[in-house]
């Protein structure tokens, strides 16, 4: 089994910047993929990017130039920088990893951007 505990979510200003973490309960080299997805309110939930262990990483296109994945094997979390944010990123944020064929979700982080 994975846990994964999502954090620093919060509320930003447009044009502000986040960096959200996502720890795991195990080695993330034994998880060899992970990835944030966010789900806005009335909408489907989404992919952001996610990132292989060795270190290829995907985006969705509108978050290309903005938003960057990456994870730290030594502290086995996972981060996804957000810059520039947006109104429209207002999301509960959640990181999942994928381990021996079952995807793990976090519980999510709350993102608000807003002025």
């Known amino acids: 089994q994975v846990q994964l505990v999502e954090s620093g979510g919060g509320l930003a200003q447009p044009g502000g910047a986040l960096r959200l973490s996502c720890a795991a309960s195990r080695s993330i080299l034994s998880i060899p993929s992970m990835g944030w997805y966010r789900q806005a309110p009335g909408k489907e939930r989404e992919l952001v990017a996610s990132i292989t262990n060795n270190g290829r990483t995907n985006y969705a296109d509108s978050l290309k130039g903005r938003f960057s994945i990456s994870r730290d094997n030594a502290k086995n979390t996972l981060y996804l920088q957000m810059n520039n944010l947006k109104p429209e990123d207002t999301a509960v944020y959640y990181c999942?990893?994928?381990?021996?064929?079952?995807?793990?979700w976090g519980q999510g982080t709350q993102v608000t951007v807003s002025s």
């Open positions: 999942n990893g994928l381990y021996q064929l079952i995807i793990y």
